[in-house]
C-alpha cells in the first residue's frame, strides 16, 4: 500500500486546514487508516484513526479534528478546526491491515500555526 499525504500548510490560531491521504495498491476498505503527528523534539504521537464506522482521538484534538474516509475514492481525511499553535507537527497517514498494527506509512505533511 502507498500513501500520500496533503495538504499542510500555514495556518493561523483558530483556523482550519484539511489534510488528504490517498491510498494506492490495496484493498482501502480493508485497513484502519490513520493520522499521526511528530513536532520538533518530540516522539510521533497517534492523533485519529478511522475502521469502518469507528472513529478514535487523542484527547488533545478531541471536538476539533475529524476524521473520515471515502473507500469508492481510497481516500482518508483530517479537517483540522480550531487549530492550536501546539497542533504544529509533521502529519503522517497510516494504513493497518485490520488485526496487523501500522504497517504503511506516507512521507508526512507540515502543518505549521501560528499563534
Known amino acids: 500500500v502507498q500513501l500520500q499525504a496533503s495538504g499542510g500548510g500555514l495556518a493561523q490560531a483558530g483556523g482550519s486546514l484539511r489534510l488528504s491521504c490517498a491510498a494506492s495498491?490495496?484493498?482501502?476498505?480493508?485497513?484502519?487508516m490513520g493520522w499521526f503527528r511528530q513536532a520538533p523534539g518530540k516522539e510521533r504521537e497517534f492523533v485519529a484513526l478511522?475502521?469502518?464506522?469507528?472513529?478514535d482521538y487523542v484527547d488533545s484534538v478531541e471536538g476539533r479534528f475529524t476524521i473520515s474516509r471515502d473507500n469508492a475514492k481510497n481516500m482518508v481525511y483530517l479537517q483540522m478546526d480550531s487549530l492550536e499553535p501546539e497542533d504544529t507537527a509533521v502529519y503522517y497517514c497510516?494504513?493497518?491491515?485490520?488485526?496487523?498494527?501500522?504497517?504503511?506509512w506516507g512521507q508526512g505533511t507540515q502543518v505549521t500555526v501560528s499563534s
Open positions: 497510516a494504513a493497518s491491515p485490520i488485526g496487523s498494527g501500522w504497517q504503511y
Open positions: 495498491g490495496g484493498t482501502f476498505s480493508n485497513y484502519v
Open positions: 478511522i475502521g469502518d464506522t469507528l472513529t
